[in-house]
C-alpha cells in the first residue's frame, strides 16, 4: 500500500494517541473496550490525500486525511443534528485535529483522524451484467456521479478565485443544480441539498449569485458505497442498504470553517443509554 509521501511518518508519530482515540469512541458506541488499531493493520485503501484502515470492530474504519475541506465539513456534519443523522452519508462518531502538518505541493496541510462507520465501497457492488432496468440504472448513476464532478469542481473552482465572475457562477450553479437532480437516488441527492442549505453563507459576495452554501466537489463512483453494518445491538437506527451514500465528502467550497475539537462525544447515542 502506498501512502501519500510524509503521511506514513505522521501516523507513525502519532500511532498511540490515535489508536487510543479509536479504542475510546468504539468502547463509546459499542460498550466494548478493546485495543481496536495499530499501524500493523493492513490499510484498506490510499488516496492522494488520506489512508483508511479497518479497526478490530469491523464496523468502524480509521482515516488520516490532509484534505484541508475534510476536517471542517465532517465537524459540520457532527454539529448539524440534520446532517449527523441522514440516511445519504456515512455515519461519522469523530474528528480530531492531528498537531502535525502534512506537506502537498510545498505547502503544509492540517491532518485529520476521523472514526467512521464501515461501508461497503463501489468497487465492492456487484455489477449487473443483464440487460435490464437495473443495469440501465447503475449505468445512468455513474454516468450521473461524473457529470456532478466534473460541474462542482468547475463551480468551486471559480468561487475561489478573487474575483469570481457572477455570469460564469450562475451559468455553473445551473449546471450543477441539473447534475445533483440526475442523481436520482433520494438519500444521496437530499443530503446535497441538505449540505448547501445548511452551510448557506449571507455574506457571501453578491458574484456568488445563488451558489451560497456549500458545494461538496469530490463526489464521484470511487467516493460512495453502500451500508452493510449492523447496528441493531445499538441505539443506532438500522437502515436500508440498497440506496448509495456518500463515503467521502471531501473538496468543499465550503466558507464556515468549524473548531475541530480534540475529541467529541458521539452525539448519536441516547444519552441515558449507559444508565440503564
Same mark, same amino acid.
Given at each position: 500500500m502506498r501512502y501519500p509521501r510524509g503521511l506514513k511518518k505522521i501516523a507513525e508519530q502519532y500511532e498511540t494517541p490515535v489508536a487510543k482515540l479509536a479504542r $475510546? &469512541? &468504539?468502547a463509546s458506541v459499542t460498550g466494548v473496550d478493546a485495543v481496536q488499531w495499530s499501524m500493523a493493520v493492513a490499510p484498506l485503501g490510499a488516496g492522494s490525500w488520506?489512508?483508511? %484502515?479497518?479497526? #478490530?470492530? $469491523?464496523? *468502524? +474504519?480509521?482515516?488520516?486525511?490532509? =484534505?484541508? !475541506?475534510?476536517g471542517p465539513i465532517i465537524q459540520t456534519i457532527m454539529d448539524e443534528h440534520v446532517l449527523l443523522n441522514h440516511m445519504g452519508i456515512i455515519h461519522y462518531f469523530a &474528528?480530531?485535529?492531528i498537531p #502535525? !502538518? @502534512? !506537506? %502537498?505541493?510545498?505547502?503544509?496541510q492540517t491532518v485529520y483522524v476521523v472514526i467512521a462507520e464501515r461501508l461497503q465501497h463501489s468497487s465492492q457492488v456487484p455489477t449487473p451484467t443483464y440487460d435490464s432496468r437495473e443495469l440501465r440504472d447503475y449505468n445512468n448513476f455513474v454516468h450521473a456521479l461524473y457529470k456532478l464532478k466534473d460541474t462542482a469542481g468547475k463551480l468551486v473552482h471559480e468561487l475561489g478565485l478573487k474575483r469570481p465572475s457572477a455570469y460564469k457562477v450562475d451559468q455553473l450553479h445551473e449546471a450543477w443544480t441539473a447534475s445533483v437532480r440526475r442523481? /436520482?437516488?433520494?438519500?444521496?441527492? =437530499? @443530503? +446535497? %441539498? /441538505? *449540505? @448547501?442549505? &445548511? !452551510?448557506? =453563507? =449571507?455574506?457571501?459576495? $453578491?458574484? @456568488?449569485? /445563488?451558489a451560497t452554501g456549500g458545494i461538496l466537489a469530490d463526489i464521484h463512483f470511487n467516493?460512495?458505497?453502500?451500508r452493510v453494518v449492523d447496528w441493531t445491538d445499538l441505539d443506532i437506527e438500522l437502515e436500508p442498504s440498497d440506496y448509495w451514500v456518500i463515503s467521502d465528502p471531501g473538496h468543499s467550497s465550503l466558507v464556515d470553517k468549524r473548531t475541530i475539537e480534540d475529541l467529541r462525544p458521539n452525539p448519536r447515542l441516547k444519552p441515558d443509554r449507559w444508565a440503564r
Amino acid at each position: 500500500m502506498r501512502y501519500p509521501r510524509g503521511l506514513k511518518k505522521i501516523a507513525e508519530q502519532y500511532e498511540t494517541p490515535v489508536a487510543k482515540l479509536a479504542r $475510546e &469512541v &468504539v468502547a463509546s458506541v459499542t460498550g466494548v473496550d478493546a485495543v481496536q488499531w495499530s499501524m500493523a493493520v493492513a490499510p484498506l485503501g490510499a488516496g492522494s490525500w488520506g489512508v483508511v %484502515w479497518p479497526l #478490530a470492530d $469491523e464496523r *468502524f +474504519i480509521l482515516k488520516l486525511t490532509a =484534505d484541508p !475541506t475534510e476536517g471542517p465539513i465532517i465537524q459540520t456534519i457532527m454539529d448539524e443534528h440534520v446532517l449527523l443523522n441522514h440516511m445519504g452519508i456515512i455515519h461519522y462518531f469523530a &474528528v480530531k485535529k492531528i498537531p #502535525a !502538518t @502534512f !506537506t %502537498w505541493k510545498n505547502k503544509p496541510q492540517t491532518v485529520y483522524v476521523v472514526i467512521a462507520e464501515r461501508l461497503q465501497h463501489s468497487s465492492q457492488v456487484p455489477t449487473p451484467t443483464y440487460d435490464s432496468r437495473e443495469l440501465r440504472d447503475y449505468n445512468n448513476f455513474v454516468h450521473a456521479l461524473y457529470k456532478l464532478k466534473d460541474t462542482a469542481g468547475k463551480l468551486v473552482h471559480e468561487l475561489g478565485l478573487k474575483r469570481p465572475s457572477a455570469y460564469k457562477v450562475d451559468q455553473l450553479h445551473e449546471a450543477w443544480t441539473a447534475s445533483v437532480r440526475r442523481l /436520482q437516488q433520494g438519500p444521496m441527492e =437530499d @443530503f +446535497i %441539498w /441538505q *449540505f @448547501f442549505d &445548511v !452551510t448557506r =453563507d =449571507d455574506k457571501a459576495p $453578491e458574484s @456568488f449569485g /445563488q451558489a451560497t452554501g456549500g458545494i461538496l466537489a469530490d463526489i464521484h463512483f470511487n467516493n460512495v458505497g453502500k451500508r452493510v453494518v449492523d447496528w441493531t445491538d445499538l441505539d443506532i437506527e438500522l437502515e436500508p442498504s440498497d440506496y448509495w451514500v456518500i463515503s467521502d465528502p471531501g473538496h468543499s467550497s465550503l466558507v464556515d470553517k468549524r473548531t475541530i475539537e480534540d475529541l467529541r462525544p458521539n452525539p448519536r447515542l441516547k444519552p441515558d443509554r449507559w444508565a440503564r
